[in-house]
């Protein structure tokens, strides 16, 4: 499969994936935000992992992943509606922390670069 083509694949499988967490699960419980980051798709088409930021503290992400493992099988029927591939791929969802940990790291360079204000004067 040429690289174009994964990529193009693993952007439509987002955006469906995406598509289908915000607006065709119906779980009362699913309150907190919910971001696809970014999808993986193999080379075969088998499987596609999904990684999924949330936003909201440990016990509601939690939850949250929770939810979105059981509901895994309803998404991939419903991505085999979405997108029209020779194999609907077994989604794997995944939690992304990549933007919290981009974010502590942001804190300790401020605080890095403030205790340096401090010390040069």
């Known amino acids: 499969m040429a690289k174009y083509r994964a990529g193009r694949i693993n952007e439509e499988v987002k955006k469906a994936i995406s598509s289908i967490i915000q607006n065709d699960i119906r779980d009362p419980r699913l309150t907190s935000m919910i971001s696809v980051i970014k999808v993986d798709v193999t080379k075969d088409l088998r499987y596609a992992k999904a ?3 949330i936003l ?3 016990a509601k992400k939690k939850e949250t992943m929770d939810i979105l493992k059981k509901s895994e099988s309803f998404i991939r ?3 085999g ?7 609907t791929p077994e989604v ?8 919290e ?4 790291i942001d804190a300790i360079l401020e605080k890095i670069k403030g205790s340096d204000k ?4």
Request: net charge negative; glycine share 6%.
């Open 77 to 79: 029927k419903e991505l």
């Open 56 to 58: 909201g503290d440990e």
């Open 118 to 121: 401090n010390d040069n004067r």
């Open 81 to 87: 509606y979405a997108v029209k591939l020779r194999y």
């Open 92 to 99: 794997i969802i995944e939690l992304d922390t990549s933007i």
């Open 51 to 53: 990684y999924v930021s």
């Open 101 to 104: 940990k981009g974010m502590h």
